[in-house]
């Protein structure tokens, strides 16, 4: 309270600068490498634009069959960022899931199809990650046809992680597909102070684990404030890479057991919690927040 957000940002680098570095010397850790990727992209042009302008590699995830996705994914590609598709997966809020969306209902062959006709729309796809997704990513069954495309086109995939009983990165290390998981969601809330927190988290957890995977949005207040954090990342001795070059610099760690830990608004796809709800009887964004926080 009372201070400036670039005050903030300035005295938060100073702070942590020294603890972050000894910590890294100290234990003879190896260099925290940190993943960012920013979804839900090719609705939007000129949100899309800006965040594709944000410093460094950084990897872009677009919803396929959007009126800008393949013209942005040509655009990110050319800046030498990262290209995955963002594949929408039946969730079990009810929330709309656009075109392209991989559905329960979807046989094997329909789902596979389904799959490929949204891969095939994105220029110099690499990878893919789960929108919203926390109905299908508990499916073994769907998992398996999803990951047996990913395998086929050699693509790796990020297990964004939007329910706590998610099988798709177990699935997509069975079927040998090289996998990543979801640390932190930058802006479940659309705050700059929140951003910061959880900016802080990922940073923590990629010195403490070497790595860290975190997934934001293309709403100004995260591509402002990355704007002004990722520059920072060098001073931090934390190295900026991409999905890809992650799984390549540290295969043997890609894949850590974990407990799946997910609060707040994490169980409401990463989306909350003003993302559009599909029927207007879906509670109030107040509500939807209290009950994330009960259980
Ligand atoms: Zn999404």
Redesign the pocket.
């Known amino acids: 309270m009372g201070t400036s957000p670039e005050a903030g940002i300035t005295g938060w680098l100073c702070s942590i600068l020294l603890i972050l570095s000894f910590n890294v010397q100290a234990a003879d850790k190896p260099e925290p490498l940190l993943v960012i990727v920013i979804?839900?992209l090719g609705d939007n042009q000129a949100k899309g634009i800006a965040a594709i302008n944000l410093p460094g590699a950084l990897t872009y995830?677009f919803l396929p069959h959007t009126p800008f996705s393949s013209s942005l994914a040509k655009r990110a590609y050319k800046s030498g960022k990262e290209v995955i598709l963002?594949a929408p997966m039946e969730n079990k809020a009810g929330l709309r899931l656009g075109p392209g969306a991989l559905t329960q209902s979807l046989t094997t062959a329909e789902l596979a199809q389904v799959l490929n006709g949204g891969l095939d729309a994105i220029p110099n796809v690499v990878g893919m990650n789960n929108?919203?997704g926390s109905l299908l990513t508990e499916d073994r069954q769907k998992m398996q046809t999803v990951m047996r495309v990913a395998r086929n086109r050699g693509l790796f995939f990020l297990d964004?992680m939007t329910t706590p009983a998610t099988v798709a990165w177990k699935v997509a290390a069975e079927q040998g597909v090289p996998v990543l998981m979801r640390d932190v969601f930058l802006d479940n809330k659309r705050e700059r102070e929140y951003i910061h927190q959880q900016f802080v988290q990922a940073l923590a957890l990629a010195v403490t684990k070497g790595q860290a995977v975190a997934i934001g949005h293309p709403y100004p207040e995260t591509v402002a404030y990355l704007a002004e954090a990722l520059p920072q990342l060098a001073k931090l001795g934390i190295k900026l890479v991409t999905a890809s070059e992650l799984l390549e610099l540290r295969p043997q760690r890609s894949l850590i057991q974990k407990k799946p830990s997910l609060k707040g608004c994490d169980r409401h796809?990463?989306?909350c919690p003003s993302y559009p709800l599909a029927s207007s009887s879906k509670q109030n964004p107040g509500t939807i927040t209290d009950q994330l926080n009960t259980d």
């Open positions: 979804d839900d995830a963002h929108h919203m964004s796809e990463g989306h």
